[in-house]
Antibody, heavy 121, light 113 residues
Framework: EVQLVESGGDLVQPGGSLTLSCAAS????????MSWVRQAPGKGLEWVAC????????YYLDSVKGRFTISRDNAKNSLFLQMNSLRAEDTAIYYC??????????????WGQGTLVTVSS | DIVMTQSPDSLAVSLGERATINCKSS????????????LAWYQQKAGQPPKLLIY???TRESGVPDRFSGSGSGTDFTLTISSLQAEDVAVYYC?????????FGQGTKVEIK
């Protein structure tokens, strides 16, 4: 059974930084593209970033490009999201997801429970 | 970015009745080379993460009850719940994966009448 467990969410001041982690199990992590998807409180879903299975390619939502960095450690079956220069509009639950097909044009077949990031002074 | 517009925003259906959710894309999602529509549907119950229901517009994910079906092509798509059950109360989202960034509809809330 696929399991994705996020951690690292917290209350942070505007302009601050935070790193989210996702521990993966139940599938061959190194064979899967992975993504982060976020959901602002009471709002819809928004894809944030994805990363190739070997970590050599990554893609971002324009509004987070240059501020967020997605990375992975295949030896530890872990996915990360480094978030810098955080803004109030980044406040959301951040979900770690497993992509089905591989590639930028993909959908999300497994989701973690999410971790809450709150950006506020 | 591709805009996905769902209708209605919410609907209330009696148990055992049909629920129909529409999703319209601002651009074509049909790829001629593989004859597929790059459209997925998700279900999100209160306090839970989303769950994949359907992909390629009409392929049901393993384990999803057959009362859920997807249809449509190009820019217009439909998710149908043929006989609504109490456990189907949720918000449903469509998502396009033909263009980058991947984008979702705003969600449709399904309740029991």
């Amino acid at each position: 059974e696929v399991q994705l467990v996020e951690s690292g969410g917290d209350l942070v001041q505007p302009g601050g930084s935070l790193t989210l982690s996702c521990a993966a199990s139940g599938f061959i992590f190194s064979d899967s593209w992975m993504s982060w998807v976020r959901q602002a409180p009471g709002k819809g879903l928004e894809w944030v970033a994805c990363i190739k299975k070997d970590g050599t390619e990554d893609y971002y939502l324009d509004s987070v490009k240059g501020r967020f960095t997605i990375s992975r450690d295949n030896a530890k079956n872990s996915l990360f999201l480094q978030m810098n220069s955080l803004r109030a509009e980044d406040t959301a639950i951040y979900y770690c997801t497993k992509d089905r097909r591989g590639g930028i044009y993909d959908f999300h077949d497994s989701w973690g429970q999410g971790t809450l990031v709150t950006v506020s002074s | 970015d591709i805009v996905m517009t769902q209708s209605p925003d919410s609907l209330a259906v009696s148990l055992g009745e049909r629920a129909t959710i529409n999703c319209k894309s601002s651009q074509n999602l049909f790829y001629n080379s593989n004859n597929r529509n790059y459209l997925a549907w998700y279900q999100q119950k209160a306090g839970q993460p989303p769950k994949l229901l359907i992909y390629w517009a009409s392929t049901r994910e393993s384990g999803v009850p057959d009362r859920f079906s997807g249809s449509g092509s190009g820019t217009d798509f439909t998710l149908t719940i043929s006989s609504l059950q109490a456990e189907d109360v949720a918000v449903y989202y469509c998502q396009q994966f033909y263009y980058t960034p991947r984008t979702f509809g705003q969600g449709t809330k399904v309740e029991i009448k």
